[in-house]
């Protein structure tokens, strides 16, 4: 009999292949068969956890979205505000925090989701990064009073984690610690 656990953990595999290809290959390159086959699961077995290539995509970013909410959760526990986390760069040589490593890698693989032609305007994939993008401003929104700070905070950390993504190195340390400190009012 299968289990909600065997279930759980087929999606992921699934999802973590499809991770691999965008990453390796890029969406073009994305197709039902190539993921059930890198998934090791029969395209039957894909299409039992996501219906269609679309639906496959928006699973990827749902998931980023759970891998985002457990490592703020984490940050927050730690004693960290949602602004500290959110502004953040993501460190992917840093083995040893493989949340973080999870959430970078799933962070690439979404930005590969929006790399070809969408088919409608109102795809799956989009409405899910919205729900993501819509979470993580929303925390923002509801920790400062005022909506400006929080906007302006919310766009530093976008430029920040996508610096990171390109690949450029960070800049100095003493600045970045400054300007997180005037950022929220230290």
Known sequence: MTTTRDRAGTRDRILDALETLLLDKGL?????????????????????????????????????????????R?????GKSVAEWYLQSPHPD?????????????????MRTVDGPQDTDEDEVDRALTDVMDSWKTALDNEFQDPVQAE??????????????????????ELYRRVVARLLGR
């Open 28 to 72: 073009s390159q994305v197709t039902l068969e190539s993921v059930a086959a890198t998934a090791g699961v029969s395209k039957g077995g894909l299409l039992y956890h996501f219906k269609s290539k679309d639906a496959l995509l928006a699973g990827l970013v749902r998931r980023l979205g759970e891998r985002a909410d457990q490592q703020l």
């Open 74 to 78: 984490t940050a927050v526990e730690q």
């Open 94 to 110: 840093n083995e040893s925090d493989a949340l973080e490593l999870a959430l970078y890698r799933s962070m690439l693989a979404a």
């Open 152 to 173: 302006i905070v919310a766009l530093v950390g976008d430029g920040l984690y996508l610096r990171a993504l390109l690949g450029q190195p960070p800049g100095d340390p």
